[in-house]
């Protein structure tokens, strides 16, 4: 299974497992995560834990992955699922919590930024390596980002593909709390008992509170991420971006399979 599933006593934990290739997002992770979220609902689930398994949270699309045959109806589809995560995550109507270690890059930094709270640990490494690849971000980003780190951090962020760490992430506001290396998830299991006991109701409105007043706009800013994924997807920069990852893997060996979106 590529996304592991447990729901203890309200509380649902939701393991991203492909930990040989650092969680790095195939389809079926993408749809493990779905119904993962989905199935927190139906459980009844007061909180969600979104983490990872082995050594990173997530390290983005497994370009190790051969290009997908598709055309640009079959591209529009696979964005479009990718961005149901986020649309499933602030549909959750309690909180979501990303615990986050390791590799949080392209898709994984995504699916940390779309959680309501991030719990890091010290040795978590952030960043949107899309443009460096030549492709663009989906998730919603174009618009949460500059949100929460402002727009001309948002514009860093995503030109220059820079990776930061936890104590950046947190000085931006990515990251509610950095904690030890390898204490995350008890972290995060802390933070996730605090908010079960918390009133549902109240704790749902607030969440949504403060969701609407953007809510409206991440889909107008997910349409477009749309537009721009597809584009990128067929254009030669992908190409070459593909050609240049699989030759510096090559030429290092130990390189992760882990960046790029779409």
């Known amino acids: 299974m590529t996304v592991d599933h447990q729901y203890e006593d309200g509380i649902a934990w939701l393991h991203l497992n492909r930990p040989h290739r650092l969680n790095a997002v195939v389809p079926d992770l993408t749809e493990a995560l779905i119904g993962g979220l989905r199935r927190a609902g139906e459980e009844g689930a007061a909180v969600v834990v979104v983490a990872g398994r082995g050594r990173a949270f997530c390290a983005g699309h497994d370009l190790r992955e ?11 589809a696979r964005v479009e699922r ?12 309690g909180p979501v919590i990303a615990a986050v270690h390791g590799y949080a890059l392209g898709a994984g930094c995504e699916f940390a930024l779309a959680c309501d709270l991030v719990v890091a640990s010290e040795d978590a490494s952030f960043g949107f390596p899309e443009v460096g690849v030549g492709l663009s971000v989906t998730g919603g980003v174009s618009r949460l980002l500059p949100l929460v780190v402002g727009p001309m951090r948002a ?4 030109m220059l593909g820079e990776r930061f760490d936890a104590a950046t992430a947190s000085e931006l506001g990515l990251v509610n709390r950095v904690v030890p290396t390898g204490t995350h998830e008890d972290a995060a299991r802390e933070l996730a008992e605090r908010l079960r006991e918390r009133p549902r109701t109240a704790l749902s409105l607030a969440k949504r509170v403060l969701d609407s007043g953007m809510d409206h706009t991440v889909e107008q800013a997910m349409s477009v991420e749309l537009d ?3 584009t990128t997807r067929f254009t030669a920069e992908a190409d070459t971006g593909r050609q240049e990852f699989a030759q510096r893997r090559a030429g290092t060996g130990s390189e992760p399979g882990r960046v790029g979106d779409e």
């Open 228 to 230: 721009h994924a597809v």
């Open 82 to 93: 990718l961005q149901d995560v986020t649309r499933e995550i602030r549909r959750f109507p």
């Open 155 to 158: 514009k860093e962020a995503l």
């Open 66 to 76: 051969p290009t997908p045959e598709e055309d640009l109806r079959g591209t529009r």
